[in-house]
């Protein structure tokens, strides 16, 4: 299976401490997102990367959050000092850019901060 | 701010009926996706409509794109427990910052 896949799938850290998600996308998707999803709610956009350009960046994502793709390939979310509000499922899509929007996800990672 | 709603919330039903839930936005999208989420599972795209007023079927699920590019529903014909899940609905612009927005998505519940 050559889909999106992230690691890890669930991650339980106490408050202010740091954590790293990583994500694999399909080999050919040259576009890379970061998406974070409560509880009820549809997924929040965070950020995007064309290749390993940083295109975008949303307001939810504060200086704690910071996203990289290095090599235009795999992707991570780094949360530092991280706070109960923090809590949620965390998702990474890739697109391969032709058609705005046609994204395939990958499972997510589901953080709880305690 | 572009939002995209979609209604109804929650929706509860017997199997074997039929069923439409909705996406509306007062902004223009040049593309819409509807995807199927489970719980503990990413979403799942089950299709994209680009033009105006077109329909897209997949097996029994019907998908319209409003006219104006501004709305769009979702229609599912005798509903199956396998159907239960949360449907999204996604729309992008072609403005400078290419973003993607998803409603809060319907929770459709088929009862066997």
């Known amino acids: 299976d050559t889909g999106v896949s992230q690691d890890p799938r669930h991650k339980i850290t106490k408050r202010g401490q740091n954590v790293t998600f990583r994500c694999d996308p399909i080999s050919e998707h040259n576009r890379l997102y970061w998406y974070r999803q409560t509880l009820g709610q549809g997924p929040e956009f965070l950020t995007y990367?064309?290749?390993?350009?940083?295109?975008?960046k949303s307001r939810l994502l504060s200086d704690r959050f910071s996203a990289e793709r290095p090599k235009g390939s795999f992707s991570t979310l780094e949360i530092q000092r991280t706070e109960q509000g923090d809590s949620a499922m965390y998702l990474c899509?890739?697109?391969?850019?032709?058609?705005?929007?046609?994204?395939?996800f990958g499972p997510g990672t589901r953080l709880t901060v305690t | 701010t572009q939002l995209l709603e979609q209604s109804p919330q929650f929706l509860s039903i017997q199997e074997g009926e039929n069923l439409t839930v909705y996406c509306n936005s007062s902004?223009?999208?040049?593309?819409l996706q509807w995807y199927r989420q489970e719980p503990g599972e990413g979403p799942v795209l089950l299709v994209t409509?680009?033009?105006?007023?077109e329909v897209k079927k997949l097996k029994r699920l019907t998908f319209q794109f409003g006219d104006a590019r501004k709305d769009s529903s979702l229609h599912i014909t005798a509903a199956q427990p396998g159907d239960t899940g949360l449907y999204l609905c996604?729309?992008?612009?072609?403005?400078?910052?290419?973003?993607?927005?998803f409603g809060k998505g319907t929770r459709l519940h088929i009862l066997p």
């Open positions: 996604a729309g992008g612009t072609m403005n400078r910052d290419d973003k993607i927005i």
């Open positions: 902004s223009v999208f040049s593309s």
């Open positions: 899509a890739s697109s391969p850019g032709a058609l705005l929007g046609e994204q395939y």
């Open positions: 990367f064309q290749n390993e350009a940083q295109l975008e």
């Open positions: 409509v680009v033009t105006g007023g």
